[in-house]
Nanobody, 119 residues
């Protein structure tokens, strides 16, 4: 089983970025994106349940981020707009056992994609 992120990069503040996570086979109905910002712990920023399309977002990304899953192609997508320098970090996709923003609820992780937002 593999999860592999793609699409990270550098962008100026106010811009948008799209990250994709390709997973090798069906693994779960619950997915999330986590951000490991410099000097901080890894935090969940968005989670998605494929049962009813339910999403969870942290306050810091509310209104600026969309997460979706395409089960037919095994792709998890993350689109973030109005980027700020504090959005800089390494973003990880994860699959787990429940709708959650807590890392212990996720068993499968990608290696991370770096996002750098310049002022």
């Amino acid at each position: 089983l593999r999860l592999e992120e793609s699409g990270g990069g550098s962008v100026q503040a106010g811009g948008s970025l799209r990250l994709s996570c390709k997973y090798s086979r069906y693994i779960s109905r619950y997915f999330a994106w986590f951000c490991h910002a410099p000097g901080e712990v890894k935090l969940g920023v968005a989670a998605f349940s494929n049962y009813a399309g339910t999403t969870l977002y942290t306050d810091r990304v509310m209104g600026r981020l969309t997460i979706s899953v395409d089960d037919s192609d095994y792709i998890l997508t993350f689109e973030k707009s109005s980027l700020k320098p504090e959005d800089t970090g390494i973003y990880f996709c994860a699959a787990g056992s429940r709708l959650s923003l807590g890392a212990p609820d996720f068993d499968f992780w990608g290696r991370g994609g770096k996002v750098t937002v310049s002022a």
